[in-house]
């Protein structure tokens, strides 16, 4: 199964100047902007950078690099990154076209534009991590929320969606159906779509939030330095998240990129079909995998550009790898702290987890005893009864 997964791209790392131009925000200069609204939230705080010598030695790398998301903001993923700052930059703009004024981070925290923002709905549709975040950034300025969850989405995460006083509403089919739904009902409604996806006509919103995202990769290597990575494994959805982290990395980098490794569920591999037809491509069916906020079938219009100059490779994972990955993470290996990694958060070390069994596709790859491998653990336990069921542990048990 494995190898016929496995797409090489690139026999080397590619280099930034294979980068087309990009139709979103990206980059230092990107992230900076970002940073300066995103670190003057309340409760701002780098996220942890991990090293895990056990699991690297195990596995038969130099240093192994775990960027842990699961603390943004109390929401449990990286996604709060995203969402609430499109939010943010959206109340920004419609509260300068009624005023005139622009209002700072700590004016839209404060409530000083209610009259406008109260009047104001945000929509999206989410596996939930996005939906939370969208949920919590309106909530924190001050606008109203609806969100669309597909069939699949499982009660607890719509639940901790309405609980930060989102409007919850279930549709039928998958999440590919849920985007358009919700763009269906903001067109009727007069609401504000804030999709963590672009398609045609929708682009600018979904480039807001992979800024919010690259705040990941200027953190990760602010504490890495003066150590670079030589290879990043980087999970994907619609793509939206990989393209900011590597985007970042490849205009930050003083000549040759890291290769990147791009890591789906077997069931939603659209990047890596998209690879293989040289085009971006919808794959279709139910998409189902544990690993929900990956279960995406057709990729980012502005993500897939970057995606397919950038990426070495892509591999396509099974649940399984991502269960035992996860409680690997859990038990701590040789002497590693344990980390709760959601399964959508540890596909990213899945992936390199997978590559490094097999010797041909680890050679394929450069990995050796003297590689420095980053990945970011995008979520936490963030659908507790699915995290006990698959390493037999409540979170709060491990991080004792």
Known sequence: MLTRSFLPRHSSAASPAALPP????AGPEAAHEALASISAWPQYAH??????????????????????????FGLGSFKALGGAYAVQRLLTRLITECTGEVP??????????????????VCCATDGNHGKSVAWGASQLGCR????????????RAEAIAALGAT????????DDAVRHAQKEATANGWFVVSDTSYPGYTEIPGWIMQGYSVIGKEARD???????????????????AAAIMTYFALSADGTLPRIIV????????????????????????????????????????????????????????DESVRETMRALAM????????????????????????????????????????????IGTEGATDPAMYRQIVRRDASEILV
Request: charged share 15%.
């Open 263 to 318: 890591v789906e569920p077997e069931t939603a591999a659209c990047l890596l079909a998209s690879s293989k037809a040289d085009t971006a491509t919808t794959v279709t069916g139910d998409l189902e995998t544990i690993m929900a906020g990956l279960a995406c079938g057709e990729p980012s219009e502005i993500a897939w550009p970057a995606i397919h100059a950038l990426s070495s490779a892509y591999i396509a994972i099974d």
């Open 168 to 175: 919850v509403i279930r549709v039928p089919g998958n999440y």
């Open 332 to 375: 701590g290996e040789d002497g590693d702290q344990p980390v709760v990694a959601g399964e959508s958060g540890a596909a990213g070390l899945a992936g390199f987890r997978e590559i490094m069994a097999q010797p041909g596709l680890r050679t394929a790859l450069g990995l050796s005893d003297d590689s420095v491998v980053l990945v």
């Open 104 to 121: 700072t981070t700590a004016d839209l925290f404060s409530g000083k534009y209610g009259a406008i923002t109260e009047a104001m709905t």
């Open 145 to 156: 929320s609806v969100i669309f969850v597909h069939e699949t989405v499982t009660p607890l």
């Open 22 to 25: 990009l139709p979103f925000p």
């Open 223 to 241: 504490q890495m330095a003066p150590v670079t990575p030589t290879h990043i494994f980087l999970q994907a959805g619609v793509g939206g998240f």
């Open 47 to 72: 996220t942890p950078l991990l090293t895990l010598p056990g699991m690297a030695k195990k596995l038969g790398c130099g240093k192994l690099f775990y960027k842990q998301e699961s603390e943004r």
